[in-house]
């Protein structure tokens, strides 16, 4: 088991309603990156944080945003939801001094409907 | 664009005997590899990674191989265990911090009793 904590575990919203997905990083690791993964898919890459910045940003809309706290902690949010954005929302941290591997939560799996 | 691809989208082997599950990229600048196991429910589980500097990887019954020639990798997983069930998905970082991981679409391995 990873030290990556996230909450919630479970989501249902409606579309066009915005929700905040919350991560705890590794101890250690200073950089947060978030995935989603459609079922049946690998993940997908939405971006990085990295020092309270965005440092990195996949193939997703400006609806998707995030935050880092300077205990780098992280939350997605992601607004005016829409079908598509059901998935599992991962996060996961890793050291970039070391620039090594991502260690990745549990997710949290979010129903639009 | 960059993509990671798998060979085969499901693999079934003998509870004992190795399994071999392969990967090929298509982006030359990738420079870092992981490979990460993922069981239903749950998060990716780091396995093994492999930097582009080296051919070959070992860890406690796995094994990496990369082949820069052709952009594959492969992962070993030695006196396959019922444990092992799970879908394995292979993840490219061409970035200099590795920032964006880019991952194939996962290869399930079932283990027969």
């Known amino acids: 088991e990873t030290g990556v904590t996230q909450s919630p575990t479970h989501l249902i919203k409606t579309r066009g309603q915005q929700v905040t997905l919350r991560c705890s990083s590794q101890?250690?690791?200073?950089?947060v990156s978030w995935y989603q993964q459609a079922l049946g898919q690998g993940p997908q890459f939405i971006f990085q944080?990295?020092?309270?910045?965005?440092?990195g940003r996949g193939n997703f809309p400006p609806r998707f945003s995030g935050l880092q706290f300077p205990n780098y902690s992280s939350e997605l949010n992601v607004n005016a939801l829409e079908l598509d954005d059901s998935a599992l929302y991962l996060c996961?941290?890793?050291?970039?001094?070391?620039?090594?591997?991502?260690?990745f939560g549990p997710g949290t799996r979010l129903l639009v409907l | 664009g960059e993509s990671v691809g798998l060979h085969l989208p499901t693999l079934s082997v003998q509870e004992g005997d190795n399994s071999i599950i392969n990967c090929a990229y298509s982006?030359?600048?990738?420079?870092?590899f992981i490979w990460y196991k993922q069981e239903s429910g749950k998060g990716p589980q780091f396995i093994i990674d492999?930097?582009?500097?080296?051919d070959k990887r070992q860890g406690q019954r796995v094994t990496v191989l990369l082949n820069k020639t052709v952009k594959h990798l492969s992962l070993q997983i030695a006196a396959t265990q019922p444990g092992d069930s799970a879908v394995y998905f292979c993840?490219?970082?061409?970035?200099?911090?590795?920032?964006?991981?880019?991952f194939g679409p996962g290869t399930r391995l079932s283990v027969l009793p």
């Open positions: 492999i930097r582009s500097n080296m």
């Open positions: 993840a490219e970082s061409g970035d200099n911090y590795g920032q964006n991981f880019v």
């Open positions: 944080y990295y020092r309270e910045e965005e440092n």
């Open positions: 996961a941290s890793s050291s970039r001094a070391e620039r090594g591997a991502q260690y």
């Open positions: 101890s250690g690791h200073n950089t």
């Open positions: 982006n030359s600048a990738s420079d870092y």
